[in-house]
């Protein structure tokens, strides 16, 4: 499968920004997804994650209650709503995909496919 993210640029702090994950060249709802996020000079951190019906979703605890991932099969297509956007929130975002498990995944070495990454800027 290919991945392409988009959606980010330059929000105030209290806006939002909804980005989305483009997928192609695999039947998508055989895929679990997530988010992932790299803040300059930080490690990759996971973000959220969806099962492949949108049953089941895990969030990192300082972005729930702020951001709402989701996915439309028919589509091929994965979102994150961000509201509430906080200049902590800054980072390249990307969308990560693998199959076969009932669980999507927080750790990002059980991602087999990614996206090129978008930015995200929050200003203070």
């Known amino acids: 499968v290919q991945l392409q993210a988009s959606g980010g640029g330059l929000v105030q702090a209290g806006g939002s920004l909804r980005l989305s994950c483009a997928a192609s060249?695999?039947?998508?709802?055989?895929?679990?997804m997530g988010w992932f996020r790299q803040a300059p000079g930080k490690e990759r951190e996971f973000v959220a994650s969806?099962?492949?019906?949108?049953?089941?979703?895990y969030y990192e605890d300082s972005v729930k209650g702020r951001f709402t991932i989701s996915r439309v099969n028919a589509r091929n297509t994965l979102y994150l709503q961000m509201n509430s956007l906080k200049p902590e929130d800054t980072a390249v975002y990307y969308c990560a995909a693998t199959r076969y498990r009932a669980i999507p995944p927080r750790n990002e070495y059980e991602y087999d496919y990614w996206g090129q990454g978008t930015l995200v800027t929050v200003s203070s």
């Open positions: 060249g695999s039947t998508f709802s055989s895929y679990v």
């Open positions: 969806i099962d492949w019906s949108g049953a089941t979703r």
